[in-house]
């Protein structure tokens, strides 16, 4: 009898164990598949010309925008927000990503990852496990969910076939963000409303030469200014510290 | 007698149960068969109406790099030998093109041998070897589709490819060697797939060109695994004289400035390097060049599917 239980316990454990250990961490830190914690810079490439510098009034290209959209648009004018008081418009959570900033990742606690911008001394909070949104007005980086996504514990090796290191663990961070003050997706005043609702996946790969590099999809609904769900990914690569960290305020103009 | 039989079901279930934990996860999550539809959502002028002459922003190209794209003539397209010539499978990364991934199975152990990635047009399939096989040799002949492995990482297919021809980098004449490689990262989310594509190139980067990109599940698409036949046929002329190749000598290209003109931008951002990639060249362009953003947008302001949403969608300045 002994020798039964013996077997399905060892059994058991060694499934349990396969699985990672991140299903049964105390906490979001424990649990993590990777590590995102540190300075992180953008590579910007595609679409320069509206992410570099500001684009012109206008220029909507690659945004699936609705006509109440491109109405708002057409009459933005960036004297308003400084006379509002509003220069982070361009800087809120569905827009941030996409611009020309370093990000500095830590872990605030044990369940809230912390990611901060240089461009716009930005912050978001990614909150883990069983968080409440607070009640109170929008926010600019509005209110974001996260969970890491568990994918196999082992390495796959060519072919499908499992190998490598068993202690490794896989996986990605999702992060689900609304309750977001209406902003703007781009510096030329296309906006977002108070009910968008992005989700992210947060990917690591470690490149060739062996530094860390950063790919972020995300997808934007907003049932006001969108005429379908806007779908797009950003990469950043790893450096080795904050000594590039640049804090530059909110402009609505540059 | 029915102790042993308790003691070798339990076994038996143990093991099953095991089993069915260890691979739920692995086989849910590496399918990436399928046909994703491309999304329009980035890269907006280079899907649209293509990148500019000129147009080099965000790309680590060195001196010779700029020389070969400054000397290009669209023209060469229409010469005969060239109008079935294939992109490099560099294109697909940012190229409007659907995605048409199978797998080729062992028919003894089933395991999977390559993952395919369809052509339609303009590129050649490729097939990412799964069974471990070596790159051959550098002086091996170059296929248009390169030579190209894969190995899993958890549930990320890193793509490594090798022996491509010389061709585009972007389509308005950048070229890469065919000395360059490449390592793309590929993953799934649900109906979305995510590719991470790291391109080095000796000859014509002084750094890596890192692009990511994202297509969307679309089982309803028909989709060409295999690119149609090319059958060539004098399109111009002038070009049938075959000794004739469209190009333009240093310095001579009368579209080289224009991108830079159009959007107010200094020669040196439009004319692309590493430096044009990270956010610290905003200040140059700030400080330095004291750039001004256009007025209005002129062409290729945008391409919202909203048939309500009148704009100006190329490059005629015209509003439709």
């Not at chain 1, 990917?203 to 609904?221: A, H, K, N, V």
Request: net charge neutral.
């Amino acid at each position: 009898m002994t020798r039964i239980r013996f077997l399905i316990l060892s059994a058991f454990s060694l499934c349990l164990c396969s699985r990672g250990f991140a299903q049964n961490a105390p906490n979001a830190k424990a649990a993590a598949p990777i590590d995102l914690t540190g300075y992180w810079v953008t590579i910007i490439t595609p679409d320069w010309r509206e992410r570099m510098v500001p684009p012109a009034k206008g220029d909507y290209l690659a945004v699936p925008i609705t006509a109440a959209a491109q109405k708002i648009a057409d009459a933005w004018e960036p004297a308003n927000d400084e006379a509002a008081g509003e220069q982070c418009r361009s800087y809120g959570a569905p827009a941030i990503n996409a611009t020309p900033t370093r990000l500095h990742i830590t872990w605030q606690d044990d369940n809230t990852l912390k990611v901060e911008t240089d461009y716009g001394m930005q912050t978001r909070l990614f909150h883990f496990g069983n968080w409440k949104p607070p009640a109170g007005p929008v926010t600019w980086q509005g209110d974001s969910i996260a969970m890491w996504e568990l994918t196999g514990p082992a390495v796959l090796g060519a072919g499908g076939n499992r190998g490598g290191d068993p202690a490794r663990r896989f996986g990605n961070l999702k992060v689900t963000t609304t309750h977001v003050r209406p902003g703007y997706f781009r510096k030329n005043g296309i906006p977002y409303s108070a009910n968008v609702r992005m989700t992210e996946y947060w990917d690591l790969f470690t490149d060739p030469s062996g530094t860390q590099r950063m790919m972020i999809t995300q997808q934007i609904e907003d049932p006001e200014y969108l005429f379908r769900t806007w779908i797009t990914t950003y990469n950043f690569k790893k450096e080795p510290d904050g000594s590039k960290w640049d804090p530059t305020p909110c402009s609505a103009r540059w | 007698m029915l102790d042993k039989f308790r003691i070798s079901t339990l076994k038996s279930l143990a093991v099953l149960f095991c089993i069915l934990l260890m691979s739920g996860p692995a086989f849910a999550q590496v399918d990436l068969s399928g046909i994703w539809g491309f999304v329009r959502g980035q890269y907006g002028q280079e899907n649209g109406g293509g990148s500019d002459i000129g147009d080099y922003t965000g790309i680590p190209i060195n001196d010779e790099g700029r020389a070969v794209g400054l000397s290009f003539s669209p023209t060469q397209w229409s010469q005969p030998e060239r109008q079935c010539q294939y992109y490099s499978p560099r294109y697909a990364s940012t190229g409007p093109f659907a995605l048409n991934i199978w797998s080729d199975t062992d028919p003894v152990t089933g395991r999977i041998i390559a993952w395919n990635m369809g052509a339609w047009i303009d590129k050649d399939i490729v097939n990412v070897w799964m069974d471990g096989r070596p790159h051959p040799s550098a002086n091996t002949f170059h296929p248009f589709g390169g030579f190209a492995t894969g190995t899993w990482e958890g549930d990320t297919l890193v793509v490594r490819t090798t022996h491509m021809k010389w061709s585009i980098l972007r389509i308005n004449g950048l070229q890469h060697s065919d000395r360059a490689t490449m390592t793309q990262y590929i993953v799934r989310h649900g109906d979305l797939l995510s590719m991470l594509t790291y391109f080095e190139d000796p000859v014509y980067l002084t750094e890596p060109y890192v692009l990511s990109s994202v297509w969307q599940l679309s089982p309803k698409t028909n989709f060409s695994r295999t690119s149609p036949a090319c059958e060539p046929i004098n399109e111009s002329p002038r070009l049938e004289n075959t000794s004739i190749v469209p190009h333009y000598l240093p310095g001579k290209n009368p579209f080289a400035n224009d991108y830079a003109r159009y959007y107010n931008l200094p020669l040196e951002a439009a004319q692309g390097g590493a430096q044009t990639m990270y956010p610290e060249f905003r200040k140059k362009l700030k400080d330095v060049y004291h750039y001004v953003p256009p007025e209005k947008c002129t062409r290729y302001c945008c391409d919202s599917a909203d048939p309500a949403v009148k704009c100006i969608r190329d490059g005629t300045g015209q509003v439709r």
